[in-house]
C-alpha cells in the first residue's frame, strides 16, 4: 500500500491551496476515498469523502469551502480549499474512508497546510 499527499504549504487566511494524493491501485479500488486532517494536540478527524462515482459528502467546518475530486483511472485523489482558515492548520491525508479511523492501520505521507490569521 503505498500513499503519498502533497501540494501543502503555508497560506494566509483567505487563500486556496489544492491537495493532491496518488497510491496503488489496490487502495483506490476502494468505493470511497477520503481526506483527512490532524491539528497539533487533536485527533484526526475525516475532511470529505468521494465514492468511485463522484459523490460526495464534507465535514461541516469545511462544507462549501472545500472541494474534493478524484480520477480513478489515475489512482489520483484531490482537494481543492478555497477560503482557508486558521482553524484548517494541520497535516492532511488521504486514505479510503473508515467509519472509525482508529481502524486504518497504514498511514501514508501527509502533507501539511499551515494557515496565518
Known amino acids: 500500500v503505498q500513499l503519498q499527499a502533497s501540494g501543502g504549504g503555508l497560506v494566509q487566511a483567505g487563500g486556496s491551496l489544492r491537495l493532491s494524493c496518488a497510491g496503488s491501485r489496490n487502495i483506490f479500488s476502494h468505493n470511497l476515498m477520503a481526506w483527512y486532517r490532524q491539528a497539533p494536540g487533536k485527533q484526526r478527524e475525516l475532511v470529505a469523502a468521494i465514492t468511485r462515482g463522484g459523490s460526495t459528502n464534507y465535514a461541516d467546518s469545511v462544507e462549501g469551502r472545500f472541494t474534493i475530486s478524484r480520477d480513478n483511472a489515475k489512482n489520483t485523489v484531490s482537494l481543492q480549499m478555497n477560503n482557508l482558515k486558521p482553524e484548517d492548520t494541520a497535516v492532511y491525508y488521504c486514505?479510503?474512508?473508515?467509519?472509525?479511523?482508529?481502524?486504518?492501520?497504514?498511514w501514508g505521507q501527509g502533507t501539511q497546510v499551515t494557515v496565518s490569521s
Open positions: 486514505n479510503k474512508w473508515a467509519l472509525r479511523i482508529g481502524a486504518i492501520n497504514y
